[in-house]
């Protein structure tokens, strides 16, 4: 397993870190500042995790295709080692994101991260070798569709009572409103509480404008993922697939939490990136 420079530590979940100098906002970040795990060989893969949970909680079911790729796993800001932002944001982050692409790479997005792989590939195409999405936050691509605008609604009712509620009460609530399998604890572990305060001062998703007209000139390939549980997402990810003229594909058995069906989330995946 490879590492940025500075950035060193054992594989695993990265700790909880304390508030103060370490936890403390930075006005200004580069790719460079961000905690990115990079491990394996052959052909360059970034992946991008969405809300709450971490880069390496996120990804883990992902890592075997270490044995035929490059896998690029950043922390977005906040989680793991990286910097804080004043408040996570997919305009700010997909900057981040377009610059670890480098010369290159194939870019992988979930649920928030999606909406961020989405604008950093509209930020530089020309670095993107095919860009997989999976039930992107992209909700206004779709507006206008009942379970879509229910959804919205809902989500907007849910933050607008945001200090109000325990983190442990929002998360549970965000996460049913998502159809995420992950349990929520009755006493969030440390990782676990920053990952709510986080999606708790969180810009929300709905609120981007993906530049779909700009994606569908690009050069490069798109694969569209749903999990089959939501009409919502369905309708998102068809939305998407249509505009960007994508593969599309439904990959069923852990609801929204698509990248943890493991197996069957790789073979998929490892197919368009050959294809």
Not at 95 to 123: C, F, K, N, R, T
Not at 189 to 213: F, I, K, N, T
Request: with cysteine; proline share 9%.
């Amino acid at each position: 397993m490879r590492r940025r420079p500075g950035r060193q530590h054992e594989p695993g979940p990265p700790p909880h870190r304390l508030a103060g100098a370490s936890a403390r906002a930075s006005p200004v970040l580069t790719a460079a500042d961000l905690d990115v795990h990079t491990l394996g060989a052959g052909p360059r893969v970034v992946l991008v995790h969405g809300s709450i949970v971490d880069a390496r909680r996120t990804w883990r079911h992902q890592f075997e295709l270490a044995e035929r790729f490059t896998l690029v796993v950043p922390n977005r800001p906040g989680f793991g080692a990286s910097p804080k932002l004043p408040r996570g944001d997919f305009a700010a982050e997909a900057p981040l994101i377009a610059e670890l692409l480098g010369d290159g790479a194939h870019l992988v997005g979930h649920s928030y991260g999606g909406v961020i792989a989405m604008l950093a590939a509209a930020q530089r195409p020309e670095a993107v070798w095919s860009l997989t999405l999976s039930e992107p936050g992209a909700l206004k691509v779709a507006r206008g569709h009942p379970a879509v605008d229910a959804m919205i609604a809902n989500g907007q009712e849910l933050y607008r009572h945001r200090e109000k509620l325990p983190r442990r009460e929002f998360v549970a609530l965000f996460r049913a409103g998502a159809r995420s399998a992950r349990e929520t604890p009755a006493v969030l572990p440390d990782w676990l509480d920053r990952g709510a305060q986080l999606v708790m001062d969180e810009r929300p998703s709905w609120e981007a404008d993906v530049p779909l007209d700009a994606l569908a000139r690009a050069p490069f390939r798109t694969l569209v993922l749903s999990g089959g549980h939501s009409p919502a997402f369905e309708a998102v990810c068809d939305a998407i697939a249509e505009r960007l003229h994508a593969e599309r594909d439904v990959i069923t058995g852990r609801g929204h939490t698509i990248p943890t069906t493991g197996a069957p989330y790789n073979a998929r995946l490892e197919a368009f990136l050959r294809a």
